[in-house]
């Protein structure tokens, strides 16, 4: 992991690692860096799917459950109408439409960007305190089929950081 000063020399060295062959990197800042998430490729994972399935759920829930309630559990003729009047339906099967689909869009982001995560092998470095400060830092994963302990180390000692750490397990 390589510790830089500025979001300009971190954008720089995901630039250079991704051109040298790195895919599995990660890049960690105190704040949002214009650029930074297409320099590191990151693929999109589509929400509204998510969200779209989850409203539909809702809508058919909502609506199997007034029907049930009005024309099997407790059906009660007001004033000649069917017992099956879908008109009155509608305000209720609407709110729980949204309610699951804000339901699959919260939990669904969880999901989809690991979260919570209450470890991750980089807290164990004391510089990264500072990631959510004024650090800027890159860090290559062992995992990637790039990664050689010796070359790597040399990679990122050619970026020029401020400080490079080994991550522990």
Known sequence: MAEFESPDDLLKAVRNAREAGYHKMDAFTPLPIE?????????????????????????????????????IAY????????????????PVTFEVTILFAAFSAVLGMLALNG???????????????????????????????????VETRGFIESLHPRHISEVPH
């Open 35 to 71: 650029g930074l998430a297409e320099a590191l490729e990151f693929h999109r994972i589509e929400l509204p799917p998510i969200v779209l399935v989850g409203g539909m759920i809702g809508g058919v829930l909502g609506y199997a459950l007034q029907y049930y309630i009005s024309v």
């Open 75 to 90: 059906p009660v003729n007001v004033g000649g109408r069917p017992l099956n009047s879908w008109p009155a339906f509608i």
């Open 115 to 149: 979260l919570p995560q209450p470890y991750h092998p980089v807290f164990n470095v004391p510089e990264f305190a500072l990631a959510t400060r004024d650090r800027f830092f890159l860090c290559i994963e062992a995992t990637d089929p790039q990664f050689d302990t």
